[in-house]
């Protein structure tokens, strides 16, 4: 199956990510990807990849181009999904820093906000994760009906609860004397990953380092606005803590966990234009 990579606005994270699928992928088939391959046009493909955000007007003129000749669109990552990173271009003091820039002729031109690629074209299927990982791509590329997810990370991540500890209050981030086997909400960490959608492996969760939500909701809170998000990890912390509500309300809104958990909100399935809903069927 001959498949391209359409990147818009983006860091290309994506594209190295697929390239770790290494020799579980038949890169022959690849046709186009600026990072590896160019050329003026892209080829007639049956399956087009699209990374990045709709940024600037030239992203919007590719992709638009683009999707007119391929048979089957999937939107790839954090950005293509919701904006992403480069959505951060729409906060007014970032765009006023941009627009007072001078000798910008070979920069295009910004649209007024940054969205995501359903927003202008049919997407056939979502590729979740910032980046998504190796073996996610291995199996969108090779059709395997197992990559079917929706369930949480916790499942993947295998960190027993304890009922006899309940932390009272949250933990900073990086926490040096973690215990490797317990689930990290038991440890006072701010974990989202009892409401992330798996399929990841849980990597970082793993490691220590808590889920940030980068794959979006899982199959249950996929349908539902963002209040019920946040109230099912108040929930799961109520229940397994006996830190405060307010503080883990207020931790939510971090900087550090914005960048993912904006993009909850965006999955509603309630929104005027059926094209940027994410039905939990199209969602990998």
């Known amino acids: 199956m001959k498949f391209a990579v359409l990147q818009l606005t983006g860091c290309a994270g994506c594209e190295v990510s697929l390239l770790n699928g290494g020799d579980q992928l038949d890169l022959g088939a690849l046709s186009y990807m600026p990072l590896l391959i160019s050329a003026d046009e892209i080829p007639d493909v049956d399956l087009l990849l699209v990374t990045g955000g709709i940024r600037n007007d030239e992203d919007l003129f590719k992709l638009r181009r683009t999707a007119a000749k391929v048979k089957k669109i999937v939107a790839v990552g954090t950005c293509a999904i919701s904006g992403g990173i480069t959505g951060l271009g729409d906060n007014d ?28 074209v049919d997407v056939a299927l979502y590729l979740p994760g910032c980046p998504p990982t190796p073996e996610l791509f291995v199996g969108l590329l090779r059709d395997d009906i197992t990559l079917k997810t929706g369930s949480i990370v916790c499942k993947e ?43 990841c492996g849980a990597p970082c969760t793993k ?33 397994l803590t006996d830190i405060p509500s307010e503080e883990i309300d207020q931790a939510l809104k971090s900087p550090h966990l914005s960048l993912f958990l904006f993009q909850f909100s965006d999955y509603d399935s309630s929104s005027d234009d059926e094209n940027t809903t994410r039905p939990r069927d199209k969602v990998i």
């Open 207 to 239: 490691a220590g380092f808590p889920c940030v939500g980068c794959r979006g909701p899982s199959n249950n809170l996929i349908e539902k606005d963002a209040d019920a998000w946040f109230a099912a990890v108040r929930h799961v912390f109520e229940r």
């Open 157 to 199: 991540c295998g960190r027993k609860k304890t009922k006899e500890i309940r932390p009272t209050k949250l933990k900073p981030l990086v926490e040096p004397s973690l215990d490797p086997d317990l689930c990290l909400v038991k440890q006072g960490q701010l974990c989202v990953g009892s409401s992330t959608r798996n399929g």
């Open 93 to 120: 003091e970032v765009r006023q820093l941009f627009f007072a820039k001078a000798h910008r002729a070979t920069v295009p031109p910004m649209l007024p906000q940054c969205g995501p690629i359903a927003d202008e």
